[in-house]
């Protein structure tokens, strides 16, 4: 099972149509068809009309290893695989670069070469990552047509904002080939978490003492970045709502920013009205500062040589507020523990009424906070415990996400969680 998973995590490989059209940008068509065949797909391309002037047909056929297509009517082109076949060969299409005009032929439904008419007969899903300048991705023709391909279930990458080819700056870079691999391992995954919503939590809290100092811990999100990024990759929805950190959002993933418990607090709240499963990696701080000062606190505004003493209060428990509450949602736990970790975690599971709780042993060399690493147990209700060898944090994420699969399944039949069910 680790091997499989492992490939899982990396996205299923899989049958990917690349068409390229006209722009500027097609210069990257390259080394987006080299990231394609890396993470382990089988790559056709197809170019416009249009593309042939930026990009040679020559490159792309020697990196993907297959003809590129380009003409419609092309006996020989056809007889080897013919389009309609291709387009039933291809399990996701990337349009990428995807022109305006392009775009608007796609809108309309025009059939009028063979990327188009491609584009018309295949059923896969299909990912197009625009590229042109500022202002024609901004003119309402465009944005209307994107209105209507999102409509359709089209699914869109970019464009990013920055310098552009054609002098401008703004919105109209093409998405990197490195961004456009990831979401294709993504959209190849089977959406085996499709229909759920998860509410993940991730790092740690910040109390404030003063305007400028903060009670807060070692907590680095990673681990709740991960599960994220997993779940989006499995099809869930998700809301992943974060302590302060620097780690970039997942592909596919809400973030709601917090800073203290207390805002943690509303915005799980909030969000679990709509949640079938809750996984609360959160180091949530269990005090706060009683009264914090509203003005930097001086050290010249104590009496010389005094210390300064802080009174704390409890913050509340979050998860064990949604354990109360939790109607038929999946809940996750964490427990961080320095010492009699099976113990301590079964008695948290027992009082946050959790489905699993994720215990690690935050002594262990090379686990828990703040690396890539986490060697975990996973504890349930009535006894069971399994341990997992250290693994990375999405591989972590993997294990317990089929967890998540697997007692949503034994459950099936019954409604997702809802506010009514709390
Ligand atoms: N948790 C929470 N709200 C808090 C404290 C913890 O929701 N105020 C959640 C964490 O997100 C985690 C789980 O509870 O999923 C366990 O957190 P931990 O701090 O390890 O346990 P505590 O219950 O706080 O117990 P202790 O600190 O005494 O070990």
Not at 2 to 30: E, N
Not at 121 to 133: D, G, Q, S
Not at 149 to 156: A, D, H, S, T, Y
Not at 399 to 422: C, F, I, M, S
């Amino acid at each position: 099972m680790g091997s499989d998973r492992f490939a899982s995590l990396k996205g299923r490989a899989g049958r990917v149509l690349l068409a390229v059209s006209g722009g500027i940008a097609a210069y990257k068509a390259p080394e987006l068809v080299r990231a394609l065949v890396k993470g382990g797909h089988n790559v056709r391309c197809t170019l416009t009309p249009a593309a042939e002037r930026f990009v040679s047909p020559l490159v792309l056929s020697t990196l993907c290893g297959a003809r590129v297509r380009s003409a419609l009517f092309d006996s020989t082109e056809e007889g080897e695989i013919d389009h309609i076949a291709l387009a039933d060969w291809a399990e996701l299409v990337i349009v990428a670069p995807a022109t305006a005009h392009l775009l608007a032929r796609m809108a309309h439904g025009l059939a009028d070469d063979l990327t188009t008419t491609l584009l018309l007969a295949t059923r896969a899903p299909v990912l197009a990552v625009p590229a042109m300048n500022v202002n024609m991705w901004r003119h309402p023709a465009t944005q209307q047509n994107l209105v209507l391909l999102r409509e359709r279930g089209v699914r869109f990458l970019g464009p990013e904002a920055g310098e552009l080819a054609c002098g401008w700056e703004g919105e109209g870079r093409m998405s990197e080939p490195s961004a456009i691999a990831a979401m294709a391992g993504l959209l190849l995954t089977p959406p085996t978490l499709a229909g759920e919503v998860l509410l993940v939590t991730a790092g740690g809290t910040r109390e404030a003492i003063d305007p400028v100092r903060a009670i807060t811990n070692r907590s680095s999100g990673k681990m709740g970045f991960a599960i994220a990024s997993e779940a989006a990759r499995r099809g869930a929805q998700v809301v992943l709502v974060a302590g302060p950190t620097s780690l970039a959002t997942p592909l596919g993933v809400r973030r709601v920013d917090v800073e203290s418990a207390l805002e943690m607090q509303l915005a799980v709240q909030r969000e679990l009205v709509s949640a079938t499963v809750v996984i609360m990696t959160a180091a949530v701080s269990d005090f706060r500062v009683a009264k914090p000062a509203d003005r930097k606190i001086r050290k010249e505004d104590l009496p010389p040589g005094a210390g300064l003493s802080l009174e704390l209060v409890r913050n509340p428990d979050i998860l064990k507020q949604i354990g109360e509450e939790k109607g038929r949602r999946i809940v996750v736990g964490f427990a961080a523990e320095s010492h009699d970790l099976v113990e301590n975690a079964r008695k948290k599971l027992v009082a946050k009424k959790c489905d699993i709780i994720v215990a690690n042993d935050i002594t262990r060399e090379g686990s828990g906070f703040d690396v890539d690493a986490n060697a975990v147990v996973f504890v349930w209700p009535g006894g069971g415990v399994e341990e997992l060898p250290l693994l990375s944090k999405l591989e972590v994420a993997g294990r317990l996400l089929d967890h998540v699969e697997k007692l949503r399944d034994a459950r099936q039949g019954g409604a997702p969680g809802t506010k009514a069910d709390g």
